[in-house]
């Protein structure tokens, strides 16, 4: 649009003063050329290229000589033409022609730098093309944080180690009267998914105070000087606003150790951190301003972040316990209809129990599966049968039921997980056999799930033993029902999960009584967190073959028992076998009958398939938005 008002305003000047003269007659210049031969013309008046005359019969004419003609003045001087010359006058010359030659690439330039600079900072949204030294903190008011300690459930001693911090903003002078100051930086440390984005929400909903929020890489820039620059700026903002919070999410993405990897770490993100540290130095207590930050990596932070006097305290927000699962899913359950208060109750409280391990965020998803699950079966209420699938969808992987397996290979599987089943059942200190099913999840043809009956924190010999009898169970299956031969590779996952934990018995834990307890093996400090790179812990050659018969020595124990355990109770693997080929996916009931050599009861809904979603609904249509030009 630019160029076609510039070249409009460019032929408008160009075209200025040639405009017509009362009386003059235009001619050809082949109708020139003919009144010159002819002996018809006077005299004329050059003027660049547009040639006025006057004939002999006193008639003025004008032309415009369309290509140089060097003959021209040889023919006019030959008829005896009388021939003037007038330069062009000023106010004519295009000069504005001249002006876009001499200046139209540098104003090119120019534009170019300015979109680009704006387009690293999203499109100029900051403010303009020298904004990118501001910082990205999100500022949320107190009216914008609605998050309470109340919507934070699971994670009591945490909101302990915090509820002083929301005292410190409400009423500082309670403290400062003893002497206290307020901390200056708070760590939290955690598992991914266990909240703690959410907790530093909650401590600035309780406090009511601004709340600035940033994650770690948006320091980082590729320009140098830039991620300090924004740190000074978020720190300014902050003051202005005290009291407040600032939080950084991932502090790891720019406190990680200074001077990691070989050769030194990336300028700008040290220089990020240390302009950090100093700001935090800078924070006496008075300003009000309190930074909280997030990792579940305080391995690689650098030491000097977490020194006292910047992050003061540092608070871990563990995965939760039986309690606080049920807490947690008791509060993700008020957002989906169930029957009522009571069955919510108990809904809350046996998933709770099935789901050791699990964080905040996977405690979630479980509603959530479930809530898609029963309108998948377009139910009006969310029931036990569907939190128990989503459950299994987010533990064994979901189901691959158009995956089409032989009847050989069915019945292969199925004695398989039968033999995980066997042994897991009759080790001592094994959890319990939660379910086993033969419908490929994943990228398993089977799966044989335990879960323990409560949380564990530590795992005796006894117990490791246990595991890797079990894990050996399935292939020990398929070698006595169907011989050496038929053995297949469907066993490999379990051999090298067996291995690894009979190497970590040996070499990390020290449950080895020919080695003792001695850790064996390099240190595995990585040169990028700021490790020494020739530092190394090696063994010995004889050690090290010490390490691998030892290895073998318990491996071959526990295949062994395996083996015996399985041979003991064929009958019930045969019996479990079969059940699985019939019903595909049995639960407890089924596998208690099959152990009591019962008849196997049929399991709940084992033949119901999840519906098919039906035509999809007819497409929105699309509004079209009124331009400007059109009203």
Partial sequence: MIFVVLFAVFKGFDTAGHHKEGAVVPYT?????DAVKTDKVRSVVVQGRIIKGETKKNKHFSTYLPLQDDRLLTMLDKNKVAVTGVPIPAKEENWFMRFLIGWLPMILIIGIMIFFYRQMQGGGKGGGP??????????????????????MAGAEEAKHEVEELVHFLRDPTRFQRLGGKMPRGILLIGPPGTGKTLLARAVAGEAGVPFFTISGSDFVEMFVGVG?????????QAKKQSPCIIFIDEIDAVGRHR??????????REQTLNQLLVEMDGLEGKEGVIVIAATNRPDVLDPALLRPGR????????????????????VHMEKVPVKDAAEGDKIASLLARGTPGFSGADLANVINEAALMAARFDKKLVDLTDFEKAKDKILMGAERRSLVMSEDEKKLTAYHEAGHAIVGLKMPEHDPVYKVTII??????????????EDRYSHSFRRLSSQLATLYGGRIAEELIFGKDAVTTGASNDIERATEIARNMVTKWGLSDKLGPVTYGEDEGEVFLGRSVTRHKDVSESTSQQIDVEVRRILDDNYTLAEKTIRKYMTELHAMAEALIQ???IGTEQIDAVMAGQLVPEPEGWNVRPPELGELPPKKPVEKKQSKSDA
């Avoid at 210049?29 to 050329?33: L, M, R």
């Avoid at 020298?130 to 919507?151: E, H, I, P, Y």
């Avoid at 001077?259 to 700008?268: K, L, R, Y």
């Fill in 130 to 151: 020298m904004s990118f030294g501001r910082s990205k903190a999100r500022l949320l008011t107190q009216d914008q944080v609605k998050v309470t300690f109340k919507d």
């Fill in 311 to 330: 992050f003061d305290r540092q608070v871990t927000v563990p995965l939760p316990d039986v309690r606080g699962r049920q807490e947690i899913l008791k």
């Fill in 440 to 453: 490929p999840r994943s990228n398993a043809l089977g799966v044989t799930m335990f879960l323990p009956k």
């Fill in 29 to 33: 210049y082949s109708e020139f050329v």
């Fill in 583 to 585: 019903y595909e996916t």
């Fill in 259 to 268: 001077g990691a990897g070989v050769g030194g770490g990336h300028d700008e």
């Fill in 228 to 236: 300090a620059s924004r740190v000074r700026d978020m720190f300014e």
